[in-house]
């Protein structure tokens, strides 16, 4: 195991399969960066505390300087012997700094408080990447919702229709848990702001190296309380990849809803071609393949969440080279998700709505019998006698093939006295909508001022 990171107390090196099953440098080499920015700020800590003089740290600092460029440009890369990428940029540091020098900076230092700041680091990049895809996709729904502010569509509830409301305040509804989503990754970031480098192995070291040093120039506000801690857990990973799979949760609800609405059946959207595939077999088809990837991508993202937490959940404390299993899953979700975000808004903000269809269908399935049964409350007949009469002229209607508004005065006062012609003038879906004006109704009023309450609670991200 000639360089590698440990080997001495061994009678050889390991065997060709441990070495094929332990290799990790095919996906930990994506924290190349952070691992030489970390050897950076742990070579600064050396020195702070006497192990490096000036010209060493010097030293040290130009050799990983050439080595980062080095990784960057692609010159340097693991070989077939390097375990994982802190073995990897090892050797490089040694191969250009010397081993006299190079040799230094392991001191004080393990892969266990290396990873687990590396984890975290990627992460906190990320989170600025997807929070502004997400913004993206927040600012494509409430600019097709600002585009029709006054378009109805049936309401549903069980899929049913239920009560006309406005396209806009359905398309905000599909906003607010993306909002939650970046509130979330906002909240993560506070909890993932303590650095685990200094923690060692797991019990710290013993050459009094100044954490807080590391942590500031990684990046980080604080280091963490307890290095068994700062170790060995893996929560914020888990906590990071459960709102990579809400997100994807988030999305897979609305391509729900774009699929149906892009059948010949609903029609009510048309997607634009670029944002549409077709069939190598039926030329006539125009598929919504992104909203069916999300649809489908929200799986793989949940399945990537629950692997972790179950790899997490009988691990004793300390580290455990199962943590090693945090990487892929949390990775893949983070790829997948990247790439399906900026797809899944461009189809967002292409989608033609057809909304004279869906004011068509808004009043049809009697969406407007709670608006009559409440008319009555406002004549003040009780509303279990409301209720009642209401149910009464929809089984009237079903009866003979009518809808509410076409009853004629005779047949409302024999359905009940208290149905008076007035009553049609709830009937209408413009009506139905406009009286829905309470704090987040559909009121056309109220979906102002929601969409100016979510421009500006966006603005905050
Ligand atoms: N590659 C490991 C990980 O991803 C870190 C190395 C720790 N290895 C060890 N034998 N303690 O978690």
């Known amino acids: 195991t000639e360089g590698a990171l440990w080997g001495a107390r061994f009678a050889g090196g390991p065997s060709p399969e441990l070495a094929r099953l332990s290799k990790s440098t095919h996906f930990d080499w994506q924290l190349a960066e952070y691992d030489i920015a970390g050897s950076k700020a742990h070579a600064q ?63 004080g230092r393990s892969r266990n408080d290396q990873i687990a700041t590396f984890i975290r680091m990627l992460l906190r990049d990320h989170s600025v990447t997807i929070s502004r895809q997400l913004i993206d996709l927040i600012d494509a729904l409430a600019a ?28 905000l509804a599909h906003c607010w848990p993306l909002v939650r989503d970046l509130d979330r990754l ?91 595939t077709g069939s190598s077999i039926m030329p006539q088809k125009k598929n919504p393949d992104i909203a069916e990837l999300a649809r489908g991508k929200s799986g793989r993202l949940i399945g990537n969440h629950t692997g972790l937490l179950a790899t997490l959940k009988g691990l004793p404390l300390a580290y455990n080279r199962d943590l090693q299993e945090d990487k892929e899953p949390v990775f893949d979700s983070l790829q997948n998700l990247e790439v399906l975000l ?28 709670t608006d009559v049964a409440e008319w009555l409350v406002k004549q003040h007949v009780p509303f279990r006698d409301a209720h009642e009469i ?58 102002a001022e929601q969409l100016a309450a979510l421009t500006a609670r966006v603005r905050e991200f």
């Open 45 to 107: 800590a050396l020195a702070a505390a006497g192990y490096l003089d000036d010209a060493e740290l010097a030293g040290m600092h130009a050799a990983l300087d050439e080595l980062l460029a080095k990784v960057q440009g692609g010159q340097f890369l693991p070989t077939e012997s390097d375990e994982d990428v802190h073995g990897a940029l090892e050797r490089g540091l040694i191969e250009i700094a010397g081993s006299e020098l190079g040799g230094k900076l392991r001191a």
């Open 390 to 447: 209401t149910g009464a002229m929809v089984k009237f209607c079903e009866d003979r093939g009518l809808e509410l508004h076409e009853i004629d005065d005779a047949s409302l006062a024999a359905i009940d006295a208290r149905l008076t012609p007035e009553v049609r003038s709830v009937l209408s879906i413009e009506g139905s909508v406009n009286s829905r004006d309470g704090l987040g109704g559909t009121a056309p009023v109220r979906v």
């Open 144 to 171: 097709q919702a600002a585009a029709h502010p006054a378009a109805i569509m049936p309401g549903r509830t069980h899929l049913q229709h239920a009560q006309p409301v406005l396209l806009s305040h359905h398309l």
């Open 342 to 369: 900026p797809a899944f808004t461009g189809m967002v903000a292409t989608m033609r709505f057809h909304t004279e269809r869906m004011a068509e269908l808004a009043p049809q399935g009697f969406s407007l019998a």
């Open 186 to 276: 906002a909240d993560w970031n506070r909890r993932a702001d303590f650095s685990p480098y200094g923690s060692g192995a797991l019990a710290g070291n013993t050459l009094g190296l100044d954490a807080g040093l590391v942590a500031s120039v990684l990046g980080f506000g604080g280091v963490v309380e307890n290095s068994i801690d700062g170790t060995a857990s893996r929560d914020l990973v888990a906590e990071f990849s459960y709102v990579l799979a809400q997100v994807g949760i988030d999305l897979s609800r609305l391509s729900e809803e774009i699929i149906l609405w892009n059948t010949r059946e609903f029609d009510f959207v048309t997607l634009d071609d670029a944002y549409s």
